[in-house]
């Protein structure tokens, strides 16, 4: 890494974030990226979540993964093209369970108060409309740099996206940042230094123990996503890898002990 990219890269002291980190909140057993999943996560034992964060039509940063509504809610068409007030009408639970009927999508600044209250930790995915890449970078960060002022451990930015993390690095270069690497692309491993990274979050099946050593020896940790099965956490533990994202909150608690 040279000069530049060492100081422009913010690394929060002695890496305070946990291991085992519960996806989009809780997982599968409540509606993914509402409040209700983040408290069924913390009812679990967990600390710290990953959550997807993007922008509606009006510049509100708000929760959710699909860029379209269907799957999550009972709207229609592309979450980004509808601003925050009809967005925060529509049913974001009863697509996961009856239990849930009338759950709604979160804003971050919704989680943030949660988060902040009860001592938890966030991962928030920069997760853009296709073409909003950048403006969804920039607005995440400096929300996020707004509502953890002060905190003692800020959240953790994390996106697919480079131009998402360039952004974010230009708004709030103090938040530490993660290059997410779902299959491997020719330079991703310059391109985390480049971005000032903390972080590379993996797809898990990509660990191994050189991909770790290279990574390890930048002064980068290594995370993955999504681990659900029990063999492929104790490999990625064997690995030294540093954080686990896991939808089995069920099946694993928050000190890495298997549940079942």
Known sequence: MNSANATSKTTPPDWPYPLWIAHRGAGKLAPENTLAA???GAAH???????DAKLSADGEVFLMHDASLERTTNGQGN??????????????????????????????????????ANGHLLNIEIKPIPGTE??????VARLAAQ??????????????????????QTAAPELPRGLLVDTPWTGWFEKAQELGCVAVVANYALWDAATVARVHSAGLKCLSYTVNDDWAAQHLLA??????????????????????
């Open 134 to 139: 950048s403006a969804t970078g920039e607005a």
């Open 45 to 51: 034992g967990y600390r710290m979540f990953e959550c």
């Open 79 to 116: 979450g980004g093209d509808l601003p925050w007030h009809a967005l925060s009408l529509l049913d974001a639970g009863s697509w996961h369970s009856r239990t849930y009927a009338g759950e709604t999508l979160p804003t971050l600044h919704a989680l943030a108060r949660f988060c902040l």
């Open 147 to 168: 509502l953890w002022h002060g905190a003692q451990v800020p959240p953790l930015l994390t996106s697919f996206k480079p131009d998402a993390l360039a952004a974010a």
């Open 239 to 260: 690995l030294g890898t540093d954080g686990i994202i896991t939808d089995r909150v069920d099946l694993f608690s928050p000190n890495g002990v298997s549940r079942a």
């Open 38 to 40: 983040f408290r069924l």
